[in-house]
């Protein structure tokens, strides 16, 4: 089992910036490929950014482009989501995902956190 925790959420204004957190234990962290989710109350779970199954590429919806940015530091066994220029519509629970296939779509990874709450408001 592979458990996965988030932390770094919080309450910032339009234009801030936010860095979330995703500590993973209990397995080879670096075999995995990482993901960030979010979902936003009534609507579904989306993608955000991952890493490819080899963790040498990375890759984000649309929204999120220029602004998010994914890494990950194999060595702490974490993988980070750095969010600046936050946006009212940004506000959603955030989730970490590991899986052994990269991809956008939630049901193909394994493992989940708990989720951190971001809230995007003035």
């Known amino acids: 089992q592979l458990q996965l925790v988030e932390s770094g959420g919080g309450l910032v204004q339009p234009g801030g910036s936010l860095r979330l957190s995703c500590a993973a234990s209990g397995r080879t962290f670096s075999s995995y490929a990482m993901g960030w989710f979010r979902q936003a109350p009534g609507k579904e779970r989306e993608f955000v950014a991952r890493?490819?199954?080899?963790?040498?590429?990375?890759f984000y919806t649309d929204s999120v482009k220029g602004r998010f940015t994914i890494s990950r530091d194999n060595a702490k066994n974490t993988v980070y989501l750095q969010m600046n220029s936050l946006k009212p519509e940004d506000t959603a629970v955030y989730y970490c995902?590991?899986?052994?296939?990269?991809?956008?779509?939630?049901?193909?990874?394994?493992?989940w956190g708990q989720g951190t709450q971001v809230t995007v408001s003035s």
């Open positions: 995902a590991a899986g052994t296939i990269g991809s956008r779509v939630a049901g193909s990874y394994d493992y």
């Open positions: 890493f490819s199954r080899s963790g040498g590429s990375t």
